[in-house]
């Protein structure tokens, strides 16, 4: 009962005030932070080597983006020319598997290792931290 009162209070009032955009940014990341540990993590129960276990990790991470933003008719963030997301999601996702190899329990590597990637999401959003562009080849 109170999940539905908070969704409907919820649902009236963001017709009434103006959300900035921006603000959505902030779940964005937090989930992109959970589902690349969670898929890295899996990933290496299941014995993948480390490559392939961090690319897991970047793929769940990164697909759920995908997901959220294609019902809503938006071209997903990680299509577009903007601040760090996969990068963040995989310095995250080695960082999990070298401190798991490193002797650090699954736990606290998880935590060490989300707080790598939202920390990096975060402040790449705020100081517009890019990855470089591929440049267009020069005409003969």
Partial sequence: MTALGTGLITFFIARLLPV?????LIPDAIGLTLFTIVGTQIALQWHARWLAASLMGVITGVVGGV???IPCNDVPLVFL???LYATAAWVGALAL???QELGVPPVSAAWAAMAIVLVL???AMRFHITPPALGQPEAP
Wanted: aromatic residues 6%; proline residues 12%; without cysteine.
């Fill in 20 to 24: 900035p955009p921006r603000l959505f």
């Fill in 67 to 69: 997901l959220r933003d």
């Fill in 81 to 83: 020319q903007g601040e």
């Fill in 97 to 99: 598997v070298g401190l």
């Fill in 121 to 123: 999401r975060l402040v």
